[in-house]
């Protein structure tokens, strides 16, 4: 490929890795002598870099940072310019907790023995954070997984965040190409109480909301709740808190989840 | 854990002089974007933190191939992130190096407004751009990135010509480049 017969649009298809192995190999190669090619990549990979902050934000488990750390130190070039016995030593993050209360264990008996039930008491608990962020992850992955299944069957997919009076909620409201159904993926609402059950609206300038549908939630994963109808037509989706079985005529509380919808 | 008032850049030349620390103080910068980036892409988690381990494995053998002229420290702690993410997706061996170093291109020129529109922007500024885009713009871009499918891949499942996904790629990072820059300088975008 020389600069006079060159394909411009294959650098969108680089910046964002979709070449295959071949045809990247080649454009490499083509780069080389291409000033044209060479400053619109420069130009589309800046765009491409802010991609990443389009994902929701999610904390990894602390101990990939030990492993980390650990493998690092075992590399055969993996000297620490600044090599301290902390550095050697991968200690796990309740650790400054149990130092503080293993010098306690030298002033009285009595102490050491409330410092050990309160050092157990902290070392279940991080068990339990952990697992408690092990399931919040793999809900989350579920849930883009869902939504990128969708969007690569060709549907309409938009999204409905958290309100402020549940800020830790998201959906995503999926609408399949020629079908008279959607569905609403949904996942972090607080779990439905008893008496109550969540319930979707579709909403449109002036109208009177229609409620499309009514569901509970467990509180854990994402939940994926059919609607019997489509969404177009319509311009807003919220869901509300309203009263078993059946919910509302219309909304009655402040919506927990609420955006707009793709046309 | 104490904040370094070192710049990324820094840290990876100290990285060179193989100071953990300067690993350690990238990695608590970056864990979070860098791994919700991996999980974003791989939907599982325990992926997600091989993934997350390796990139900064890698920073550590390859700081000395940095080149700040080309990009800045997160950008390539990223792209090293989504190479090694396409690579499993792809199921193939991970690349040393991201592409950027291959090529030997260096940044596009900072002085425009590029330099202060990505400085302040924020998730949300990216998110709401990408909605702006046309739909089959926004979904063939996010199937790229994000998915890891080829243009070629992305031709079949869309049932669209090849051309067609070139040409949604490449107006697409486009037109996100306009939005983005309107959105931080005010002007108004076609």
């Given at each position: 490929?020389?600069?006079?017969?060159?394909?411009?649009?294959?650098?969108?298809?680089?910046?964002?890795?979709?070449l295959?192995?071949?045809?990247?190999?080649?454009?490499?190669?083509?780069?080389?002598?291409?000033?044209?090619?060479?400053?619109e990549?420069?130009?589309?990979r800046?765009?491409?870099?802010?991609?990443?902050?389009?994902?929701?934000?999610?904390?990894?488990?602390?101990?990939?940072?030990?492993?980390?750390?650990?493998?690092?130190?075992?590399?055969?070039?993996?000297?620490?310019?600044?090599?301290?016995?902390?550095?050697?030593?991968?200690?796990?993050?309740?650790?400054?907790?149990?130092?503080?209360?293993?010098?306690?264990?030298?002033?009285?008996?009595?102490?050491?023995?409330?410092?050990?039930?309160?050092?157990?008491l902290?070392?279940?608990?991080?068990?339990?954070?952990?697992?408690?962020?092990?399931?919040?992850?793999?809900?989350?992955?579920?849930?883009?997984?869902?939504?990128?299944?969708?969007?690569v069957a060709?549907?309409?997919?938009?999204?409905?965040?958290g309100?402020?009076?549940?800020?830790?909620?998201?959906?995503?409201?999926?609408?399949?190409?020629?079908?008279?159904?959607a569905?609403?993926?949904?996942?972090?609402?607080?779990?439905?109480?008893?008496?109550?059950?969540?319930?979707?609206?579709?909403?449109?300038?002036?109208?009177?909301?229609?409620?499309?549908?009514?569901?509970?939630?467990?509180?854990?994963?994402?939940?994926?709740?059919?609607?019997?109808?489509?969404?177009?037509?319509?311009?807003?989706?919220?869901?509300?808190?309203?009263?078993?079985?059946?919910?509302?005529?219309?909304?009655?509380?402040?919506?927990?989840?609420?955006?707009?919808?793709?046309? | 854990?104490?904040?370094?008032?070192?710049?990324?850049e820094?840290?990876?030349?100290?990285?060179?002089?193989?100071?953990?620390?300067?690993?350690?103080?990238?990695y608590?910068?970056?864990?979070?974007?860098?791994?919700?980036?991996?999980?974003?892409?791989?939907?599982?988690?325990?992926?997600?933190?091989?993934v997350l381990?390796?990139?900064?494995?890698?920073?550590?053998?390859?700081?000395?191939?940095?080149?700040?002229?080309?990009?800045?420290?997160?950008?390539?702690?990223?792209?090293?992130?989504?190479?090694?993410?396409?690579?499993?997706?792809?199921?193939?061996?991970?690349?040393?190096?991201?592409?950027?170093?291959?090529?030997?291109i260096?940044?596009?020129?900072?002085?425009?407004?590029?330099r202060?529109?990505?400085?302040?922007?924020?998730?949300?500024?990216?998110?709401?751009?990408?909605?702006?885009?046309p739909?089959?713009?926004?979904?063939?871009?996010?199937?790229?990135?994000?998915r890891?499918?080829?243009?070629?891949?992305?031709?079949?499942?869309?049932?669209?010509?090849?051309?067609?996904?070139k040409?949604?790629?490449?107006?697409?990072?486009?037109?996100?480049?306009?939005?983005?820059?309107?959105?931080?300088?005010?002007?108004?975008?076609?």
């Amino acid at each position: 490929m020389s600069e006079q017969d060159h394909d411009t649009d294959l650098t969108g298809a680089y910046v964002l890795d979709a070449l295959s192995p071949e045809e990247r190999d080649a454009f490499v190669s083509h780069l080389q002598g291409c000033a044209t090619c060479r400053a619109e990549v420069a130009e589309l990979r800046r765009v491409v870099d802010v991609l990443p902050l389009t994902c929701d934000l999610i904390e990894p488990r602390d101990s990939v940072r030990n492993r980390l750390l650990n493998a690092v130190r075992d590399e055969p070039t993996g000297r620490p310019t600044v090599a301290t016995s902390r550095d050697r030593i991968v200690r796990p993050p309740w650790w400054t907790g149990v130092r503080v209360r293993t010098a306690v264990l030298g002033v009285a008996a009595a102490a050491a023995i409330a410092a050990l039930a309160v050092s157990n008491l902290n070392l279940r608990q991080n068990v339990q954070d952990e697992k408690k962020t092990v399931a919040a992850l793999q809900a989350t992955a579920r849930f883009q997984s869902e939504v990128s299944a969708a969007l690569v069957a060709g549907a309409s997919v938009s999204r409905v965040p958290g309100t402020a009076a549940a800020p830790t909620a998201s959906a995503a409201m999926v609408q399949p190409p020629h079908s008279a159904t959607a569905y609403l993926i949904v996942r972090g609402l607080r779990p439905t109480p008893a008496s109550k059950v969540y319930q979707i609206w579709l909403l449109r300038g002036n109208a009177a909301p229609r409620s499309a549908q009514v569901f509970r939630y467990s509180g854990i994963g994402p939940k994926i709740v059919p609607l019997p109808m489509a969404t177009s037509g319509w311009h807003e989706a919220a869901v509300t808190l309203e009263k078993a079985p059946r919910g509302a005529r219309g909304p009655t509380t402040t919506p927990v989840l609420a955006g707009n919808l793709r046309a | 854990m104490s904040s370094d008032p070192r710049s990324d850049e820094d840290l990876i030349v100290a990285i060179q002089q193989r100071d953990v620390r300067a690993l350690e103080q990238l990695y608590d910068r970056h864990r979070v974007l860098a791994y919700s980036l991996a999980l974003r892409m791989l939907g599982n988690s325990g992926d997600a933190e091989d993934v997350l381990q390796e990139a900064f494995i890698n920073v550590w053998r390859a700081a000395g191939s940095y080149r700040a002229e080309r990009s800045s420290g997160r950008s390539w702690l990223l792209s090293i992130v989504h190479h090694r993410s396409i690579d499993k997706l792809r199921g193939r061996q991970s690349r040393l190096q991201p592409a950027s170093l291959e090529e030997g291109i260096d940044a596009a020129d900072d002085t425009d407004v590029w330099r202060q529109v990505a400085q302040n922007l924020t998730g949300e500024d990216v998110r709401r751009a990408m909605d702006s885009l046309p739909v089959e713009q926004r979904e063939t871009i996010e199937l790229a990135y994000f998915r890891g499918y080829t243009h070629t891949q992305i031709s079949e499942m869309m049932a669209v010509p090849l051309g067609t996904v070139k040409g949604r790629m490449r107006i697409g990072l486009q037109k996100l480049k306009s939005l983005l820059e309107g959105s931080q300088t005010g002007l108004a975008v076609d």
